[in-house]
Every structure is written in C-alpha cells, then in structure tokens.
C-alpha cells in the first residue's frame, strides 16, 4: 500500500512569486500527501493576505514549465480529488519556458479582443475587461495570454502571430483545461478520460471492450 503521510505546513513561505512558495511547500514535502487548502494557504500573499485566484495556473507551471511530477488522483489511484503529491524533487530535462507573445503580437491580440476575457461557452463570452474587478472570483481581473491551440499539444506556438492566441482572465486560465483545440474543435479524448472518476472510466472501458472485442488483443 503506497503511503498516505501528510503534508505539513512548516511555517510562513516568504518568497517572492506565487510559483516559488508552491514549489518550496512541495520540496519541503517530498512524498507527502498535500491538500488544495494547503496549497492556497501557502500561495497566500504573506503581506497583504490575499489568496491568488491563479494559484492553480503557478502549480500548473510547476509541472509543464519547471519539469516537476506532481501526482494527482488522475494518475495515482490512493489520492483523492483536490490532494496532491511531489514524489520526488527530480526534474525532466526537457522542461522549459512556456513560449509567450511578443509584446507587438500580445497588443494585437489585447486590441482585437476589446481588451477582455475570449473565454466562451457556446454564444457566451466572459468579457471581464482587463483592470476591472472579478465579481465572481474577487480580485483585479489581469488578462494573460493563451495558447488557442493547447499547450500539451503544441508548445511552440508562433509569438509573431496573433491568430494562435487569446487573452483570458486567470479565473478562466485556471478553468481552462487542455480538452480541446479551439482551432480545429478537435477534443482531447485522452485527457478527458484521464480526468474522468472512476465510474466514468469504468463505462469508457466497458464500451471500448464491446467496440473492440476479440481485435483488442491484436491490436495491443
């Protein structure tokens, strides 16, 4: 049975970046189970008290930018939803950077949107204007850019062309998961079905075992 130790908060994270006190609560519990409340007590403002509502955006970074696993039920069945593990500190080679717009091309973008959040859902479009307050999520609203074109599929997306991004807001880059492609409407079945419950899973697996039938054993 893998072990389910605690994460413990040591003390106050001081550093200067949300990112940099997520990433030192993690080293500090290497192997250990952490919570979502941890994780947004330590990405705390230690001077002002304010809770950033793109916390989970800097955890993502961890992984995708700074090359760090971090485990969630998703890929490790004894986790339950909204806990989170660093098995260890070791880091992937191959992590880097997140390729971001020019400032030219990040204007663009900023221009063609009416300096607001792109985010849509059907004929629905978020629309927060950059600067103002989230009445939702509470806070300043600050548009960052987004890869169109998401970034486990494509990382490299042209920084000179501002066709290949959109502005979100951070409540909606948090939201935002890399499930489809808004350039081509294409999902991506696989994570949907890696971020399913169990349940879910179970009802994937029995309906590609009838597809399949007796051709999955040669098709694997």
Same mark, same amino acid.
């Given at each position: 049975m893998q072990s389910r130790e605690r994460a413990v908060i040591a003390g106050t994270y001081t550093q200067s970046s949300v990112r940099a006190r997520i990433e030192a609560f993690f080293l500090d519990n290497i192997g250990k189970v952490a919570t979502r409340e941890q994780i947004m007590e330590v990405a705390t403002d230690p001077k002002t008290g304010r809770t950033p509502e793109n916390w989970h955006q800097r955890l993502s970074e961890l992984r995708t930018d700074y090359g760090y696993t971090i485990l969630t039920w998703r890929n490790r069945g004894d986790l339950r939803v909204s806990e989170y593990l660093m098995p260890s500190a070791e880091r992937r080679e191959r992590a880097g950077e997140r390729v971001r717009p020019t400032t030219a091309t990040w204007q663009a973008v900023l221009e063609k949107a009416g300096y607001r959040c792109a985010w849509s859902e059907g004929v629905e479009i978020c629309g927060l204007v950059d600067g103002a307050l989230d009445p939702i999520g509470g806070g300043t609203v600050r548009l960052t850019p987004d890869h169109k074109q998401p970034h486990s599929i494509n990382p490299a997306a042209d920084p000179n062309d501002p066709d290949k991004w959109q502005p979100l807001c951070g409540r909606h /880059? !948090? !939201? =935002? =998961?890399? %499930? &489809? +492609? +808004?350039?081509?409407? &294409?999902?991506? !079945? %696989? @994570?949907? !079905? /890696? $971020? @399913? $419950?169990?349940a879910e899973k179970l009802r994937v697996y029995k309906f590609l075992r009838d597809y399949f039938g007796q051709r999955g054993r040669l098709l694997l």
């Open positions: /880059q !948090v !939201v =935002k =998961k890399n %499930y &489809w +492609d +808004d350039e081509t409407g &294409w999902l991506n !079945v %696989y @994570a949907i !079905v /890696q $971020s @399913a $419950s169990e």
